[in-house]
T-cell receptor, first 115, second 115 residues
Framework: DSGVTQTPKHLITATGQRVTLRCSPR?????VYWYQQSLDQGLQFLIQ???????AKGNILERFSAQQFPDLHSELNLSSLELGDSALYFC??????????????FGNGTRLTVT | GEDVEQSLFLSVREGDSSVINCTYT??????LYWYKQEPGAGLQLLTY?????DMKQDQRLTVLLNKKDKHLSLRIADTQTGDSAIYFC???????????????FGAGTRLAVHP
């Protein structure tokens, strides 16, 4: 158990809809990362938050947004969903910087299916 | 550029050693990581190595790093059926202005262990 909790585990929704994915980081971790895993794109970095502030952006679509709350949990909002958004969405947290040997600890992911 | 490459598939016999290879592009990566993903689960941190090290051993796992060639390998000794999973290598990428960083993952190597 990594200590990172993601809800829900599965989500099935229709095109055009909006969903919210939730993540609780490990106790004490200030950084939260979101990744998307799909068969054709692999693991893609979406966005990082550190102590409530956006830190880095990756391949995140404009239809997607995220935030980190004062209690450090994070939410990823996906809107105007398309079939191609179907994927596994992972949240990860860390207590420091990956380039200084603080690894990411991943949750079990939310599997999103858009029909 | 940011790119991590791995072979997609490896099949070994139970009890043999497995060697999973990875090449990365960013010579400034300070830490390189190995993660394991079992079906339906998140990414589990296996081990990581600092870029000024050549080798790191952790029980059945041995990581070899050739920084000159930007080549990383993970050796699993006495491979068991429970080792069947997808293995990801990842390099740490620092932001241009510093202060933020992220992990870039390879596509993953699917390890199949057969009797």
């Amino acid at each position: 158990d990594s200590g990172v909790t993601q809800t829900p585990k599965h989500l099935i929704t229709a095109t055009g809809q909006r969903v919210t994915l939730r993540c609780s980081p490990r106790s004490g971790d200030l950084s939260v990362y979101w990744y998307q895993q799909s068969l054709d794109q692999g693991l893609q970095f979406l966005i990082q938050y550190y102590n409530g502030e956006e830190r880095a952006k990756g391949n995140i679509l404009e239809r997607f947004s995220a935030q980190q709350f004062p209690d450090l949990h994070s939410e990823l909002n996906l809107s105007s969903l398309e079939l191609g958004d179907s994927a596994l969405y992972f949240c990860a947290s860390s207590d420091g910087e990956v380039d200084q040997g603080s690894p990411l600890h991943f949750g079990n992911g939310t599997r999103l299916t858009v029909t | 550029g940011e790119d991590v490459e791995q072979s997609l598939f490896l099949s070994v016999r139970e009890g043999d050693s497995s060697v999973i290879n990875c090449t990365y592009t960013d010579s400034s990566s300070t830490y390189l990581y190995w993660y394991k993903q079992e079906p339906g689960a998140g990414l589990q941190l296996l081990t990581y190595i600092f870029s000024n090290m050549d080798m790191k051993q952790d029980q059945r796992l041995t990581v070899l790093l050739n920084k000159k060639d930007k080549h990383l390998s993970l050796r699993i000794a006495d491979t068991q059926t429970g080792d069947s999973a997808i293995y990801f290598c990842a390099e740490s990428i620092m932001g241009i202005s510093g202060g933020y960083n992220k992990l870039i993952f390879g596509a993953g190597t699917r390890l199949a262990v057969h009797p």
